[in-house]
T-cell receptor, first 114, second 110 residues
Framework: GAVVSQHPSRVICKSGTSVKIECRSL??????MFWYRQFPKQSLMLMAT?????????EQGVEKDKFLINHASLTLSTLTVTSAHPEDSSFYIC??????????FGQGTRLTVV | GQQVMQIPQYQHVQEGEDFTTYCNSS?????IQWYKQRPGGHPVFLIQ???SGEVKKQKRLTFQFGEAKKNSSLHITATQTTDVGTYFC??????????WGLGTSLAVNP
């Protein structure tokens, strides 16, 4: 199957700093990628839809200035958590599809803000 | 949007017992997908069902899509410790967004 690579897998940062998470589709072009947040023992919460060459579409309640998304190429989308605070600590996962319905997920990034 | 309800939320079984999780919608779904997420891991696609009444099998896993395309089930026969994880159903909504169930966490006692 297709491969989606997400980096870093874990990051610890100080409160007030920004963290960038990368999501790459390694063997296919992804015009659309999705960013999710997952709290422990809960389902995936869609944060935003990342569209190549245009602005991301954010879900209701997600601050676009807090979670900056850039989809500069067909194989790379980035999520930057700006001015991170402890409540931003979570598991962030990206996904992409090749046009069929099946979604391929990155390995996820566990963010801890101290 | 088209929400999907998934039950049960948690299930503990003894190794060798069967396990079933159900996914229900109030509206007709064009498709249903099932994913498995191991503890600490990311969701991995298992299967997609699109036809009314469709049944697919993967070794000990049996997936069904209801005749009305409003419900689906995942049944595991003779569970093993490797089956531990959370099983999610989802369906593709508009713009290829996936609408997710809350998941069923399966624990298997050896």
């Amino acid at each position: 199957g297709a491969v989606v690579s997400q980096h870093p897998s874990r990051v610890i940062c100080k409160s007030g700093t920004s963290v960038k998470i990368e999501c790459r589709s390694l063997d296919f072009q992804a015009t659309t990628m999705f960013w999710y947040r997952q709290f422990p023992k809960q389902s995936l919460m869609l944060m935003a839809t990342s569209n190549e060459g245009s602005k991301a579409t954010y879900e209701q309640g997600v601050e676009k200035d807090k979670f900056l998304i850039n989809h500069a190429s067909l194989t790379l989308s980035t999520l930057t958590v700006t001015s991170a605070h402890p409540e931003d600590s979570s598991f962030y996962i990206c996904s992409a599809s090749q046009g069929a319905e099946e979604a391929f997920f990155g390995q996820g990034t566990r963010l801890t803000v101290v | 949007g088209q929400q999907v309800m998934q039950i049960p939320q948690y299930q503990h079984v003894q190794e060798g017992e069967d396990f079933t999780t159900y996914c229900n919608s109030s509206t007709t779904l064009s498709n249903i997908q099932w994913y498995k997420q191991r503890p600490g891991g990311h969701p991995v696609f298992l299967i997609q069902l699109v036809k009314s009444g469709e049944v697919k099998k993967q070794k000990r896993l049996t997936f069904q899509f209801g005749e009305a395309k409003k419900n689906s089930s995942l049944h595991i026969t003779a569970t093993q410790t490797t089956d531990v994880g959370t099983y999610f159903c989802s369906h593709a909504g508009n713009n290829r967004k996936l609408i997710w169930g809350l998941g069923t966490s399966l624990a298997v006692n050896p």
